[in-house]
């Protein structure tokens, strides 16, 4: 029945459900909107930047390499946008979207990454689902770990075969599901996909690729290997090729995925693989056959960032000076930063999701430090991890601060000082 203020009344109706619960993270949008989700924050991305009206210290942006504001990079984009608009090239690469630019941009992928070829993605996440979508058959069996990226795990659910998933960075598990997942394709006569990431975006730990590797080189198992490296590529490795070259197994990678959303501070993604890999992903990838061509700006944006990826070293140098200082200065004051061997620096403490929350607004307000916390189910129940993202543009002074600052907020949690504070006191502006 339709009224005449323009509302249905239904009996089954999918908004009653979604009007009653709004998801996981939805639930807490009343308290948390503004503040802890969906913050804004003003300013040029680098490592000061303005929350609610003030400046603080930022760690959450993962503008490893500053190139967010590369005065080069910026007057490219500018001058690509002027030239070209955001408009150019109309339509998906295969049918009207393809121009002379993408295709120098793949070349130049590939040549950095020492790949035979490259395929761009018009949005990384996209991308991923949809390789895993066009990579695999019913017959074939997907083994991936068990903190794959939200995009791998919904690449898998729309593969109609097997999949099994292996505990976390572990190699055990990973050896009893691949002997499971042989099984299955003994009999079905398809192949196996093992994706994992090359660092770990969470908690910054890298994929065991070498190890993995380890397992197809003996011979026991036979399989494919596909690498999110979305949080290596530019960041990790002599070249800056990401995680299976700093762990010397870069050429054992069959199928890799990079973004341009972290180190490159754009968007857009790319996919290499060997050249009939690529060429079948051309024709069968769903998220780039049926979806518009990257805009101009964006791939001639792309290009002068990978040249200043290979011709300006001192990004890398500068993120890794910071990351090392902020890592070592951690560590030497006592703070547990996990296993990271990336950029990526987790800081684990103990305590209840009431604490993390007044951890977060004490450093936010009275230490003008945004980080950003994650809690169970990515964390165990218990912990609380304060995640830090260093970038090239931080400075020695700025880890400094901030580890004197972790120092206090770790005193007063010791002392159960956040256990009794209420986050109420904040006008979240909605
Ligand atoms: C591991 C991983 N894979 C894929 C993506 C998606 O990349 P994009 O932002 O280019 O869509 C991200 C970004 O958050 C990521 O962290």
């Given at each position: 029945m339709y009224l005449a203020d323009k509302k249905y009344f239904m009996t089954h109706d999918i908004y009653t459900k979604i009007r009653k619960n709004r998801g996981p993270l939805g639930e807490y949008s009343k308290v948390?909107?503004?503040?802890?989700?969906?913050?804004k924050l003003e300013g040029?991305?680098?490592n000061r930047m303005v929350f609610r009206g003030k400046e603080c210290l930022v760690w959450?942006?993962?503008n490893y390499l500053g190139l967010a504001n590369h005065p080069e990079v910026r007057k490219v984009d500018a001058e690509a946008a002027e030239k070209w608009?955001?408009?150019?090239?109309?339509?998906?690469r295969m049918m009207t979207g393809q121009t002379s630019e993408h295709e120098a941009l793949e070349a130049e992928i590939s040549d950095f990454m020492e790949k035979e070829d490259t395929i761009l993605l018009n949005f990384g996440y996209q991308g991923m689902v949809s390789a895993i979508d066009s990579l695999v058959d019913r017959n074939d069996v997907i083994v991936y770990d068990s903190e794959s990226h939200a995009c791998i795990l919904d690449g898998m659910r729309l593969h109609v075969g097997k999949r099994f998933v292996f505990q976390h960075n572990d190699m055990a598990s990973f050896d009893k599901q691949m002997e499971r997942a042989t099984k299955i394709v003994e009999q079905t006569g398809g192949g196996i996909l093992v994706i994992t990431e090359g660092?770990?975006?969470?908690?910054?730990d890298q994929g065991l690729l070498k190890e993995i590797v380890d397992f197809r080189k003996s011979g026991k198992y036979e399989f494919r290997l596909f690498v999110d490296d979305a949080h290596g590529f530019g960041t990790v490795g002599e070249k800056g090729q990401g995680s299976g070259e700093a762990q010397g197994v870069h050429d054992e990678i069959d199928v890799l995925f990079g973004t341009f959303a972290k180190s490159m501070a754009s968007i857009g993604a790319f996919i290499c693989a060997e050249e009939n890999i690529v060429e079948f992903l051309r024709y069968n990838m769903r998220s780039q056959v049926f979806a518009k061509s990257l805009p101009m700006p964006l791939v001639v944006g792309a290009r002068k960032r990978l040249e200043l990826l290979r011709t300006q070293p001192e990004h890398k140098a500068n993120l890794w000076k910071v990351a090392t200082a902020l890592q070592d200065g951690l560590k030497k004051a006592g703070f547990d930063i996990g296993a990271t061997n990336s950029a990526v620096t987790p800081v684990f403490l103990s305590g209840t999701v009431a604490e993390a929350t007044n951890i977060t607004f004490d450093l936010r307000e009275h230490h003008n430090i945004f980080c950003s916390m994650v809690l169970y189910p990515v964390v165990p129940k218990g912990t609380i991890m304060l995640r830090l993202i260093p970038t090239a543009v931080h400075t020695l002074e700025d880890v400094d601060y901030t580890i004197q600052a972790f120092l206090k907020i770790k005193e007063k949690l010791d002392n159960g000082?956040?256990?009794?504070?209420?986050?109420?006191?904040v006008e979240l502006d909605r």
């Open positions: 948390a909107h503004g503040y802890f989700t969906f913050p040029e991305i680098s959450s942006v993962n608009g955001l408009a150019y090239p109309m339509g998906s660092v770990f975006g969470m908690a910054g000082e956040y256990s009794n504070l209420e986050f109420a006191d």
